[in-house]
């Protein structure tokens, strides 16, 4: 049997729940032997793989529009999708922005920024989208980890559960948010 | 009085009349989800997350005094169901990201979420922006975070009899105020007691300078209070 | 004071905002200057029903009843009428059905199937004199019920006449009554709710304002018979005539002793004060009502304890509604056997409703329960104005539901309503026609509904407003199908779980739009359209959206408007490419929905088609260049305007297409079938010559069998366009004499084998426009003498109006409710025996069904009968092929893709839809042609270009001030009978200009700057997308 092929994004967030992920210890060695770890930025390999993965597990609120594209790429070429911590399960953080007009998020951070001399990235980063999204409410999600970070324990139940075959039971305290 | 006989889920209990089937779930361990109920204060049915099956309907437990022959359903697919779509629609409509309950566990909004599976909110979020009050010396207002659930207008009423917090407007605007309206620290009528932060579910109403880890609150004071005063 | 007349002015609130007192003072005026005031008594009363027509004067002894009144025409009034005894007839109603003008007030339709019990008095009293209230029996049941009945008695009178709540909930008020009775209370309280707040509802306003003193009546028997001293009328603050006459009615009610101490010189005292409410919605509920009444914040709180246990200041209290009250004074008098007698089993005595919306005659109505609903939109309520068709009727505002077109013959009752998933509320109908988007309307009761929710539990205040949400999503074509299965849930959920009765039964417009319409929703979702073109986000302009083929009218005519007949050419082309065709038969969807009606008329938008397209002839324009060839072939079976269609599309994509024909000749019903002075053959072969220069082959009788054949002989897929062309027939005699021919034969007869035969009396039977054209061929061919039988209305055929008064100037007579049993005679036809038909129940299409009557049945003398009764698909082609077929020949197709259950083959135009119009079949045809590219491997894009909109060079300002629309030549009837030339004639160049300068320009949208960073319209389209 060939090995599960496991990707991770990360969008809008503060990586910590990647972070988190490291944080799953011994249980590194196990997955290390039954996963191959396609795109990611622990790996740093940019291009999701073009035949598709088993398991993705996305970091991070939609903030802007290369993200909702890839967003959409990761729903396509992947079998399961994990909405991993709470800026991807509730905006969170990120999503403290909405109703704030993007331009005016940008001319305060940019316009009035020392380091930037006042210019103003409209043309090569991304377009801000008007709200933060959490995950689900942009692609279908199959599975959602709870937490800012999710517990480097949960994290681990849920993959290993995977990798077993079975539905991961999240339940009670599995759920907080926060 | 005679013992009425009821069903709560399956479980044929002994019940003293008039007692509220909430209540006589609590005597016998079975545990029913609350948000605007609070030992010691009237009930008004407001959340609408205890909602139990009674014959079909769905009828508020902490309103709904329990009958000889009740048969009550607390867990049914259905009860859990809408408790969950409640909580979700909740949850959407204020703004939920706190650093309270990242800290200290303390919002029973989370624990809410936890006990009813709730995976995420399928509706999309409002993201409501209200300006925090902060103009009162020792406590602040977050209305970001206020489920409205009342407690804090009842427990200024019934318990504190300052008449302080009331609600203001309907619908999706409505919202809680001191006095009429006018900043918490100009708020004539209130006396500093505090019981509003003690009885409040989240992070809504808090103490200056202890708004994370050191943040503990305590709802079951009400119930004390009211029972030391009926002893007089 | 006696007078010689009486003249009664309504000072309802519909009447006094049309100046009904401007008319009064007038009147008084008048009077003085003819020395008439001793003999003429003015009297200004409450609301006299039919609000549309205000001001309303009614005039007694005769009884005559004039609408429309201005302060202008009294003069008229008093010098004609009152002085000569002449009738004003200008001023009189007309009836809808028959052509006459209607004098006395109980012969007017609208009036006839009334029962007036609740508003006996609205409108015969003044409503602020108490003398004409007691005059009209007034108070006499209340000295009845404290001097001869005991409390008990009045509430048993209650019970036995079965009388129930009319606020909504129909409560059986006897039982409510005797709740309250039954407390021991030394102290109670009677409440009478006035916080009438649904849309569309003024039931209760306008019993206030009309007769106020019957509800003080009816409120001081509620306290005798339950025992209360006090008594609140909760009115709100909106109603200021209402309080106005209530108030004054309640002084001289106290005057005369009828309210105070010891009523009737009994025991029983009892007063009323008036509490005037903000105007929130969740007052209306009753224990919120009575929070507002005891001037605490209005919101409901949990029952139990009901408020007779436990109401307002903790006493005992008995709350109804303004019409409940109403009713009783009459039960009290005439006895409760006499309510219970009218009505239904469950359902007792009459029920007012405020007739609203979609319909001819708005305004107060009362009829008995158990009157079906068909009778109150139709017979009442005179039915849809502007030729519109019925598509539901709304009852209960924002706590109701739809109810549509095939339950009419519901008998209104509060069981039977329920059962629709509708209520009978408060009385408010509101009838939709078919420009109605039900996705819209739900949207709009829960845009309602959320904003007045108190805010008090989850489910309705934060609930409501996430239901509005995803309604606001699916109207700008946002929504996802997910989203429905979301809007149910949450819908069931506030339904369920709500503390009060608002919010229980908030989600019911969505959940019943839902289950009548959920095809609406689903084609805002699918499709990204608005049916009915009211949701702005997902049309061009009213007149695109209307049309079948989505013909881009906005931009066509403004080209026309700058005189670029080339360029208007263009882009008819790329939607439709048959506009010769269109310019002369086509239904013109566009011109029922055009905006400028709401100035005067429709633009003439297919007579400017015609002008385009003859220019176009005339020009040999040939229309967008088609793309290179891609090396594929399709098969189209049947050139009709669904293959025309598709061909012509396919062969732009760039496929090598072939028209397999049948007959001799190309262009199916078009050819066979439509009458040449309403198509001239060579206009119908301009359209065929171009499309065959675009690259379409059309290949004359070759019928095809088998579509395997053609699949193995290299074409990639195969389009099925073989029209409905099977007669139908009536079993008339058998064996039938000759001279009994279909209207299909007669009418390809004519135009395909040259035949003109014809009888010199004819007779045919149908009502559609190959009944017409049967009709006015026969003509043609010399015949003398043609009628045309039908079995139901003459107001029901579905011809389009304008063929059926052409056909009349023709001299062709019509013989409606007249249905064809059987014909006489032998080796030839002699005559046809039909039975005369009378209005029976209505049917699924909203009409009323024909039966037969009791007249006797009569026999038509004539040689020639034409059945034209409808045609049928026979589906043998695509059944040979392995492909299910419906129920008449027809072929289940998907609507957006035309494919037939089988991969490669699709199909459209009338073999999928039955009979319909060319427009629609174009429309077919041009979605299988983007489908079969798609299956075929390209990318289904037709016009890859965004549209853009057309600059106009002229003052478009200037042309929104009235103008009448332009009418074409016509030849005259006596000259048209003589040859199968062209009827209508087409608009002068400078005149279609002209004409095109009416366009109001629906398509202009109102652009933002452009936002350098921030949304994008990907993101919307990206939300939830599954």
């Not at chain 3, 999928?912 to 894009?941: C, K, M, Q, W």
Request: glycine share 10%; net charge negative.
């Amino acid at each position: 049997m060939g090995k599960v092929k496991v990707a991770t994004v990360w969008f809008s967030g503060c990586a910590g729940c990647h972070m988190s992920f490291l944080d799953i210890d011994e249980v590194l060695i196990d997955l290390a032997g039954r996963i191959e770890f396609c795109n990611s930025p622990i790996t740093d390999l940019k291009v999701f793989p073009e035949g598709g993965v088993d398991v993705t597990l996305v970091e991070g609120a939609i903030g802007n529009e290369e993200q909702l594209e890839l967003a959409r790429t990761v729903r396509a070429k992947s079998k399961i999708v994990i909405a991993l911590g709470d800026c991807a399960v509730t905006g969170n953080v990120p999503a403290l922005r909405n109703g704030i007009p993007p331009r005016e998020l940008i001319e305060e951070i940019y316009g009035t920024s020392r380091t930037t001399n006042g210019a103003l990235p409209y043309e090569v980063v991304p377009r801000l989208l008007e709200r933060v999204r959490p995950l689900h409410e942009v692609i279908p999600v199959d599975y959602f980890l709870h937490g800012c970070p999710p517990p480097a324990g949960l994290i681990a139940k849920a993959v290993l559960a995977l990798l077993d075959g079975k539905t991961p039971e999240l339940t009670g305290a599995d759920l907080k948010f926060g | 009085m005679d013992k009425l006989r009821v069903k709560i889920d399956g479980r044929t209990i002994l019940a003293a009349p008039g007692k509220t089937i909430l209540e006589v779930a609590a005597e016998n361990g079975i545990h029913i989800p609350t948000l605007c109920h609070l030992d010691g204060l009237r009930d008004v049915g407001a959340c609408r997350l205890c909602i139990v099956d009674l014959y079909g309907q769905l009828v508020t437990s902490c309103t709904t005094k329990v009958a000889d022959g009740m048969e009550i359903g607390t867990q049914t697919e259905t009860v859990r169901a809408y408790r969950r779509t409640i909580l979700e629609l909740l949850f959407a409509e204020g703004n939920h990201v706190c650093s309270f309950c990242v800290s200290n566990g303390g919002c029973e909004l989370q624990d809410l979420a936890c006990e009813l599976d709730m995976h995420s909110v399928r509706v999309p979020y409002t993201y409501r922006r209200e300006r925090v009050d902060a103009t009162h010396p020792r406590f602040l207002i977050d209305r970001d975070r206020c489920v409205l659930c009342g407690r804090c207008v009842r427990v200024c009423q019934e318990v504190e009899g300052a008449h302080t917090w009331g609600f203001a407007e309907r619908g999706a605007t409505a919202r809680v105020i001191t006095d009429l309206a006018v900043p918490w620290g100009t708020a004539e009528s209130c006396t500093s007691c505090g019981k509003c932060v003690e009885v409040c579910p989240t992070g809504a109403i808090a103490r200056k300078g202890a708004s994370n880890a050191e943040m503990r609150k305590h709802p079951d004071l009400v119930a004390e209070l009211t029972e030391r005063r009926a002893r007089g | 004071m006696a007078g010689r007349l009486d003249v009664l002015v309504c000072s309802g609130g519909a009447c006094m905002s049309s100046h009904s007192l401007e008319v009064k003072e007038e009147l008084v005026r008048q009077l003085e200057a003819h020395h008439l005031a001793d003999e003429v008594r003015i009297v200004e009363t409450g609301c006299m029903g039919p609000c549309q027509y205000g001001p309303l004067v009614l005039v007694y002894p005769e009884g005559v009843l004039y609408k429309n009144v201005a302060a202008a025409d009294v003069a008229e009034i008093v010098s004609e009428h009152f002085l000569k005894g002449r009738v004003v007839e200008r001023l009189l109603f007309r009836s809808e059905t028959a052509d006459r003008i209607i004098q006395e007030r109980r012969s007017i339709p609208f009036f006839e199937k009334q029962m007036k019990i609740v508003l006996a008095n609205c409108g015969a009293i003044n409503p602020e004199s108490i003398e004409e209230y007691i005059g009209a029996g007034g108070y006499e049941a209340l000295g009845k019920a404290v001097t001869t009945m005991t409390p008990e008695g009045v509430v048993a009178e209650m019970k036995a006449s079965g009388l129930r709540g009319r606020g909504g909930a129909g409560f059986p008020t006897g039982t409510k009554w005797d709740f309250v009775r039954r407390e021991k209370s030394p102290k109670k309280v009677v409440v009478c709710n006035a916080d009438e707040g649904d849309p569309g509802a003024f039931m209760d306003r306008a019993v206030l304002e009309g007769d106020p003193h019957t509800v003080i009546e009816g409120m001081a028997i509620a306290a005798y018979a339950v025992g209360a001293q006090h008594g609140y009328v909760y009115v709100r603050a909106e109603y200021p005539l209402a309080i106005k006459r209530l108030r004054s009615a309640l002084e001289a009610a106290r005057k005369l002793g009828f309210l105070g101490d010891r009523i009737f010189e009994t025991a029983f005292s009892f007063d009323i004060e008036i509490r005037v409410g903000a105007g929130a919605f969740v007052c209306g509920e009753e224990t919120a009502l009575i929070a507002s009444l005891e001037g605490r914040r209005g919101v409901p709180r949990i029952r139990p304890p009901y408020p007779s246990t436990s109401g307002m200041w903790q006493l005992p209290t008995l709350l109804n509604n303004v019409e409940t009250y109403a009713n009783v004074r009459h039960i009290v008098a005439r006895g409760s056997a006499w309510f219970a007698s009218i009505g239904t089993e469950q359902s007792k005595g009459t029920k007012v409703f405020a007739l609203s919306g979609n319909v001819r005659n708005t305004g107060l109505v009362e009829v008995p329960m158990g009157t079906t609903i068909g009778e109150l939109i139709y017979d009442i309520g005179g039915g849809v104005p502007n030729g519109k068709r019925l598509k539901a009727i709304q009852t209960g505002g924002p706590s109701g539901g739809c109810i549509p077109v095939p339950y009419l013959n519901t008998p209104i009752s509060y069981e039977t309503l329920k059962e629709l998933g509708a209520i009978v509320g408060s009385g408010g109908v509101i009838v939709l026609d078919e420009d109605t988007c039900m996705v819209n309307l739900a949207r709009y009761f829960v845009e309602f509904t959320a904003s007045e929710s108190c805010g008090q539990c989850v489910p309705c205040r934060s609930g409501l407003v996430r239901m509005l949400d995803i309604l606001d999503r699916i109207t700008r074509g946002e929504g996802a199908m997910d989203d429905l299965a979301l809007l149910e849930e949450l819908a069931n959920t506030i339904k369920r779980s709500s503390l009060c009765g608002l919010g229980q039964t908030a989600p019911n417009p969505v959940l019943s739009t839902l289950q009548y319409f959920r095809d609406e929703y689903e084609e805002h979702i699918r499709h990204k359209t608005c049916p009915a073109a009211v949701c702005a986000a997902l049309f061009v302009a009213p007149c695109e959206a209307s049309c079948p083929a989505h013909v881009d009218v906005p931009a066509y005519v403004a080209h026309l408007s700058n005189g670029d007949f080339a360029k208007a050419f263009d882009i008819h082309m790329k939607t439709n490419p048959l506009p010769g065709i269109c310019g002369r038969v086509c239904y013109a969807f566009c011109e029922t929905k055009c905006q400028r009606a709401q100035i005067e008329e429709p633009v003439a938008i297919r007579d400017l088609k015609r002008s385009m397209a003859d220019y176009a002839m005339e020009h040999k324009l040939a229309g967008p260049k088609p793309r290179a060839r891609n090396g594929q072939r399709v098969a189209v079976v049947g050139s009709g305007p669904a293959g025309l269609s598709c061909g012509y599309f396919l062969a732009q994509l760039g496929y090598e297409t072939v028209l397999f024909e049948a007959l001799p000749i190309a262009g199916g019903t078009m050819a066979t079938g439509i009458p040449t002075y309403r198509l001239p053959r060579d206009i119908l072969k301009a359209d065929i010559d171009r499309i065959v220069r675009a690259g379409v082959e059309i290949k004359l009788l070759s019928p095809v069998e088998d579509l395997d054949e053609l699949l193995a002989d290299g074409y990639g897929a195969v389009f099925v366009a073989t029209g409905a062309m099977k007669a139908q027939t009536l079993a008339l005699g058998d064996p039938l004499p000759r001279g009994v021919v279909t209207g299909v034969d007669f009418l390809k007869g004519i135009h395909v084998d040259g035949t003109s035969e014809v009888g010199a009396e004819v007779v045919v039977i149908g009502g559609g426009n190959s009944a017409i054209d049967s009709a006015r061929a026969a003509r043609r061919l010399g015949a003398k003498h043609v009628t045309i039988a039908y079995r139901r209305a003459k107001a029901d055929m579905p011809a389009s109006p304008e063929e059926i008064a052409e056909a009349i100037e023709e001299g062709v007579e019509i013989l409606d409710m007249t249905s064809p049993t059987g014909v006489v005679g032998g080796g030839r036809v002699e005559g046809l025996r039909c039975a005369r038909m009378a209005a029976g129940p209505f049917d699924a299409s909203g009409r009323r069904r024909p039966v037969e009557s009791d007249q006797a049945e009569i026999v038509l003398p004539t040689s020639m009968v034409i059945v034209a009764v409808g045609q049928e698909a026979t589906g043998e082609l695509l059944r040979g092929a392995g492909i299910e077929v419906a129920k008449g020949g027809l072929v289940p197709v998907d609507p957006v893709t035309m494919s037939t259950s089988r991969p490669g083959i699709f199909a459209g135009g009338d073999a999928t839809s039955g009979p319909a119009t060319v427009v629609e079949a174009i429309g077919a045809g041009r979605r299988a042609a983007i489908a079969i590219d798609r299956f075929l491997g390209g990318n289904g894009i037709l016009e890859p270009e965004e549209r853009v909109e057309v600059a106009t060079d002229y003052d478009e300002d200037a042309y929104t001030q009235e103008r009448a629309r332009a009418v074409p030549p016509m030849a005259a009837a006596g000259t048209r009978i003589r040859s199968f030339a062209e009827v209508r004639g087409r608009f002068a160049k400078e005149q279609a200009i002209e004409e095109a300068r009416r366009c109001l320009h629906c398509d202009r949208k109102q652009t933002e700057d452009g936002v350098c960073c921030g949304s994008s319209a990907g993101e919307a389209a990206g939300a939830t997308t599954r």
